[in-house]
């Protein structure tokens, strides 16, 4: 008896993986800035992409520069990022995708 495991098996095996990788993905947001919040000249810009774990402990990699951080939870950034006289800062979440590949050029 051979020990590789049948073919019909792989494809059943890669979906449970591709389930696992879903349920447990972190949530992905942005950190925007927003100068003169409803004025004429109102702007946005993205400062920080971040990731919140599941215990909602959040990863942040700002986009100017080399600086990282882990903070207590996303909404905590919000202090870092605004504070100025008409600067403000959101959180953006990207939406939760329903697929997942087992490769690079798949997952594209």
Known sequence: MSATPSQNSLPSFDEELCGLVLDTAPRQFAVVQVYDTGGQDADGWVAAWGFADGDGVAHLLVV?????????????????????????????WLARSGAAALGRAEAA
């Open 64 to 92: 100017e520069g080399r600086t990282r951080m882990t903070l207590a939870s996303p909404e905590r950034a919000l202090c870092l990022f605004s504070g100025r006289p008409g600067l403000s800062a959101r959180l953006v």
